[in-house]
Every structure is written in structure tokens, then in C-alpha cells.
């Protein structure tokens, strides 16, 4: 097995002559833009932290299950409900069928990443504890874009180009990218730690030595938003301070990524 990854500073690369990104007081956050027409990462911060997935491992998921299975008309309407709306029935179900963590085992070597680990022995049906850094779902992304066979890669995409402004669970899926950045865009957002019922709902129309244990922020609120805009795949990954309510959280990362993107 390689060796744990070296510890990095989370200082941001950029242009000299970029903005300069503000991080929220309080708020561990790590990001990273990839131009696909420049083969090459033109922002990046902490790229190699990781964070507890939340509903961004959805993809991998997904990808798992498409690879392995002929999917039935029923199995690709929840697989679009899970991209699309973040459904977590449906990606519990899926995450059970794949045998829970074997689905990052698989999917780690498969989409070539590196920081991204199951959940911890004692969690295995929490899916959303999956580690994950900023670094790896951008590899994510490259590998769906550039290498997952033409059918499977569009149904994925075309979920996410049409993801919904609410979540199944009435949460606002509408922060970071689709609110702060103008279309085209293909996003899949991230969410844990709010509880389990908004304070305001949704209202439409917004490999490793074994050793190594990531960190995954619990005991904190995390949001995340990812996404593929126009030619580049934006990633922002944020852990909350302790007791902040989703909507501060929401304003934050929104603020956030629509710096991230003008510094790019």
C-alpha cells in the first residue's frame, strides 16, 4: 500500500493577479477548479483535506451500480431521483445492493482516487460518512466526463443538469453553485448535519495503509457543492462551525463559490 498522504498547507493557489478568496470566519473549507480546455487545475485550497461526503458520493454510487447492473426502468426512475433530488431511500437501497463500503473499494481504484475511504467500521450503512477530499471529486468528474462509456455518462449528467431546487428531504438544494453561478451547469450537492427536517422548508422555484483515519468533521454541519460549469468542474467543500443553521451555512458557501469562480 502507498503511504498516508503528506500533510499540505491549506493556502490557496491562484494567478497572481486573481482575487482573493475570502474563507468565512470559522468555516474549514477546501475548493479546486479544473479547466477541461486547459488540462489543468486553475484554483485550488487544502485540495487533499478530506470531509465527510454527504450526498456528493451519490455519484459513485450511482457509477457503481450502473457499471455492474443492466439497470430496470424502476432502477434508473431512483437513480434519477437520487441524482437528481439527493433521494436518500434511494441511495441507501443502492448502497445496500453494492454491499456498503465494497462500492468505494471498487470505485476508488476504478475512478483513480486517492484520499476517498468507506465509512468507519462501526457506520458501514452511513453512506454519507464516506472520507472524500476536494482533489478526488474533481478526479471524479474527469473520470465521468472522460471515461465512463457514453450511455452511462449522459444519464448521470443529464440528472444532474436537471436537479431539482429541493431535495427529497425539503432541504433548499439551491446554495454554491446554482445560485451563485449562471448555467450550464451539471451539480451535486452535499448536506449533513442540520437534522433531519429543514427549519424552513423548500419552496420550488430556488488506498491507503490502514491506519490512516480521514477526518471527517463530525459533530459539525458540512455543505458542499460540486458541479461541472460550462468547461470547468468546480468543487467546494465547507465544514460548518458547530450549531450553524442551514440557511447561514447556505449564504456562506454561496458567497464562497461566486469568489472562488470570479478568482479563476
Known amino acids: ?14 494567478a497572481s ?6 474563507v468565512p470566519a470559522g468555516v474549514r473549507a477546501s475548493y479546486v477548479v479544473f479547466d477541461r480546455r486547459a488540462g489543468r487545475v486553475v484554483l485550488q485550497r487544502g ?9 456528493v458520493v451519490k455519484i ?15 432502477d434508473r426512475a431512483s437513480l434519477a431521483s437520487m441524482l437528481r433530488s439527493s433521494d436518500d431511500q434511494a441511495a441507501t437501497e443502492f448502497w445496500r445492493r453494492g454491499g456498503q463500503g465494497k462500492v468505494i473499494e471498487r470505485m476508488v481504484p476504478e475512478a483513480g ?22 482533489r478526488d471529486v474533481v478526479q471524479t468528474y474527469r473520470y465521468l466526463l472522460d471515461e465512463v462509456p457514453a450511455a452511462r455518462r449522459d444519464f448521470v449528467l443529464e440528472q444532474l ?3 431539482t431546487p429541493c431535495g427529497k428531504d425539503g432541504f433548499d438544494q439551491t446554495f454554491g453553485i446554482p445560485r451563485a453561478l449562471k448555467r450550464p451547469w451539471a451539480v451535486k450537492q452535499g448536506w449533513s448535519g442540520f437534522g433531519d427536517v429543514p427549519a424552513e422548508p423548500c419552496r420550488r422555484g430556488g488506498a491507503r495503509p490502514a491506519a490512516w483515519v480521514p477526518d471527517l468533521g463530525i459533530g459539525r454541519p458540512v455543505l458542499h457543492t460540486t458541479g461541472v ?7 467546494v467543500l465547507t465544514l460548518q462551525p458547530a450549531g450553524s443553521s442551514f440557511r447561514a451555512s447556505a449564504a456562506r458557501i ?4 461566486g469568489e472562488v469562480w470570479r478568482a479563476t
Open 17 to 22: 493577479d486573481a482575487p482573493v478568496v475570502r
Open 47 to 55: 485540495a487533499r483535506r478530506t470531509f465527510r461526503s454527504a450526498s
Open 161 to 163: 443538469r436537471r436537479s
Open 1 to 14: 500500500m502507498s503511504a498516508s498522504p503528506e500533510p499540505e498547507t491549506p493556502k490557496a493557489t491562484r
Open 60 to 74: 459513485l454510487i450511482a457509477l457503481d451500480f450502473l457499471e455492474r447492473h443492466r439497470a430496470s426502468a424502476a
Open 254 to 257: 454561496t458567497a464562497l463559490t
Open 113 to 134: 482516487l486517492a484520499e476517498t475511504a468507506p465509512p468507519p467500521a462501526d457506520k458501514p450503512g452511513f453512506w454519507g460518512y464516506t472520507a472524500l477530499s476536494a
Open 229 to 235: 460549469v460550462g468547461d470547468k468542474i468546480v468543487v
